[in-house]
């Protein structure tokens, strides 16, 4: 598994990663913790480091964050653990009075994280969704109060445009604040929305990128097909709008892509995601130890030029 530093920073990780909100989920094989356990184990010894999990995930809130700390039980070290603050816990941390980016906030939601994963630091503390009713000014003096008290290690954000990335990163020079390493976006082969100001965004600021949904909801893994129901149990039974919608002209030439060169759909975009600059780990979620095993295998392969030529004639970049 190649490693690789975030952005400009110092943290190293993996170039697959461990999307970890199907651990608690209802009717997963990662919803008890054996099955939870199976999957963190599976995932480490295929070489992924990153887990990224988030305080609103599993079932009820918190659950996933307790199953990953329980599942990495004597291999905190091997492990890094990225998780997230500021959408609505209902409660699980506490009153928020609707300010989840707070200074206040900040500090009840890493310290109920903490005690959810079992661990003394969390590796990067990442804010998930933008606070309206406060300042980003307020909540990045939070993070860097949390870094330069030990309780986290590094501070990202998620979800946002390339001028509010280019804001946190002016708002950290002039305050003097230490800056995010990392926004964790919405990047796929089907969703090249983030290549429009996302990405020249953190070329310029020197954050790492983490695509979440990289198989677009599962589109991408080849398992699905136009005018045919989903198979049984399978993440898209019961979405008819999100089949329905779906790209079938540019999936097709896909897979057409993909069976050419004897690979998988997924190892192709999962592939594709790694070599795409400043991508620093692709967020790949899973529920049982095989696809953990298959997703990191799909770091292996490295798309040539002529590969990455007739992918961008499928799937067209988005406008920089």
């Known amino acids: 598994m190649e490693l690789r530093h975030l952005g400009e920073s110092g943290l190293v990780v993996s170039v697959v990663g461990l999307g970890c909100n199907n651990l608690g989920r209802p009717g997963t094989a990662a919803e008890s913790l054996a099955g939870s356990r199976a999957l963190v184990g599976a995932a480490l010894d295929a070489g992924i480091t990153l887990f990224d999990v988030a305080d609103v995930y599993g079932a009820p809130r918190g659950r996933s964050e307790e199953l990953l700390g329980q599942a990495l039980s004597g291999r905190r070290d091997n492990a890094v653990i990225a998780t997230k603050f500021g959408v609505d816990m209902q409660g699980a941390n506490g009153p928020d009075f609707g300010a989840r980016g707070s200074r206040r906030y900040v500090r009840r939601a890493v310290e109920a994280s903490l005690r959810r994963l079992g661990t003394d630091w969390i590796d990067l503390y990442q804010l998930h969704r933008t606070d309206p009713q406060t300042p980003l000014e307020e909540t990045l003096g939070a993070l860097d109060d ?31 604040l230490l800056p995010p390493v990392a926004v964790e976006n919405h990047y796929s082969l089907l969703e090249r929305e983030a290549e429009r100001d996302v990405i020249p965004a953190c070329e310029r600021f020197g954050l790492g990128l983490l695509p979440y949904f990289p198989l677009a909801n599962g589109l991408l893994t080849g398992k699905y097909h136009r005018d045919a129901d989903p198979p049984p149990n399978s993440r898209l039974v019961g979405r008819t709008r999100l089949l329905t919608d779906a790209p079938w002209d540019r999936i097709e030439k896909l897979r057409a892509f993909a ?3 004897s690979l998988p759909m997924a190892t192709v975009a999962i592939g594709w995601l790694t070599a795409q600059h400043p991508v620093g780990s692709v967020i790949a979620g899973a529920t049982t130890p095989e696809q953990a095993s298959a997703n990191a295998a799909a770091a292996q392969w490295r798309p040539s030029p002529d590969d990455l030529r007739v992918l961008d004639e499928i799937c067209p970049p988005g406008r920089r």
């Open 146 to 176: 949390l870094v330069h008290e030990g309780l986290i290690r590094y501070a990202g954000v998620c979800n946002l445009a390339g001028w509010q990335i280019a804001d946190a990163a002016w708002i950290c020079r002039t305050r003097t």
């Open 259 to 261: 069976e050419e060169r």
